[in-house]
């Protein structure tokens, strides 16, 4: 039994006796596709965790879940200067600064049509590509994570009056 290999040793053996005899562009697809993959697969994932949990006996009440939510304070706050050429996202104990142009690109993704997740993801890759700042103050991973869900609907919330 100790020297039989399972399915998956199998399968990265061969991979690995292939991958010298690939050129750059075939290694840079195999990358992109296994990166297409890892995304997919936490999709499956996301999806079954959300399926389990709509699947659950909900343990309160509607009365008693409107009750918790109003007490929790919001995650993220947005403020304008009084001239709105500035805006500040306040997060925990922390402020960070976005410009007009800046604030009108993120109420853009967050108003914009798509999921839930698909929102979230705008958000991350605009994070990503134009204020990686963010990830600093707020520790955020991937678009997987609930704070972007919170900071979509911190954005929806806000009302802009310079668009």
Do not use: C
Not at 1 to 28: A, N, V, Y
Not at 55 to 75: D, E, L
Not at 129 to 154: C, G, H, S, T, Y
Request: aromatic share 10%; charged share 30%.
């Amino acid at each position: 039994m100790k020297g039989k290999k399972t399915g998956l040793q199998f399968l990265t053996d061969e991979l690995q006796s292939l991958i010298p005899r690939l050129d750059e562009e075939g290694l840079d697809f195999l990358i992109q596709q296994a990166k297409v993959h890892i995304y997919n697969m936490q999709v499956d994932e996301l999806n079954r965790e959300t399926i389990a949990a709509a699947a659950k006996p909900a343990a309160k009440s509607a009365a008693a879940k409107t009750a918790g939510t109003a007490k929790q304070k919001p995650v993220f706050t947005i403020k304008g200067t009084e001239s709105s050429s500035s805006f500040y996202l306040h997060y925990k104990n922390d402020d960070i600064m976005f410009t007009r142009n800046e604030m009108a690109h993120l109420l853009k993704i967050a108003n914009g049509p798509g999921t839930d997740l698909e929102i979230r993801e705008r958000l991350y890759n605009w994070f990503d590509r134009e204020r990686k700042d963010i990830f600093a103050l707020v520790n955020m991973k991937n678009q997987f994570d609930e704070r972007f869900k919170d900071l979509a609907a911190a954005l929806k919330k806000f009302k802009y009056s310079g668009r």
